[in-house]
């Protein structure tokens, strides 16, 4: 077990020592991460694992728990959204063996003996950013707004050529 997650790594060598990557990173080293955040503040811990499944699949388990600070796109104030990400990433070499992959896979295409596992931590945080942060007890808009009966009226285009209509 190693607490040093390297820049890049050998998935291959990696998955047949059944390593095992556990510690921290800050926010701040995550750079398409931080553009969908508040600030920098905060770091993930995490947990990778390389090995094989029963059917000889190999994978890279990420566990992952962290704090990302967003802003509510409701009230615009910053807010801590607490993830958790379990996933288990298959590695393939080629695009046509995701097929293959059992159900709850997802599939990694690792192109040559190198793959940079910062990219697989920030790649799941990434997904799990909510397309519109909301802090949790801040009001939803009401999907259902109707103006009034005069904005209706004058707004519409028409309301000019109905006036002239009753004139006649």
């Given at each position: 077990m190693s607490d040093r997650?390297?820049?890049?790594?050998?998935?291959?060598?990696?998955?047949?020592?059944?390593?095992?990557?556990?510690?921290?990173?800050?926010?701040a080293d995550m750079p398409r991460l931080r553009s969908l955040l508040a600030d920098d503040a905060g770091e993930v811990r995490y947990s990778m694992e390389f090995g094989r499944d029963i059917g000889?699949?190999?994978?890279?388990?990420?566990?992952m728990d962290a704090g990302l600070p967003l802003e509510c796109q409701r009230s615009l104030q910053r807010f801590v959204l607490p993830v958790h990400v379990e996933q288990r990433i298959g590695l393939i070499r080629d695009e046509t063996d995701e097929d293959a992959l059992p159900p709850g896979y997802e599939a990694q295409l690792v192109q040559g003996e190198s793959l940079a596992p910062l990219?697989?931590?920030?790649?799941?945080?990434i997904l799990a950013v909510p397309a519109v942060p909301a802090m949790s007890g801040t009001e939803a808009m009401d999907?259902?707004?109707a103006p009034a009966a005069e904005e209706q009226d004058a707004i519409n285009p028409f309301a000019a050529l109905k006036a002239l209509k009753r004139d006649t």
């Open positions: 997650l390297p820049e890049q790594l050998d998935p291959w060598r990696m998955v047949a020592a059944r390593r095992v990557f556990e510690g921290s990173v800050p926010l000889g699949v190999a994978y890279a388990a990420l566990v990219d697989l931590l920030e790649d799941e945080l999907a259902e707004w």
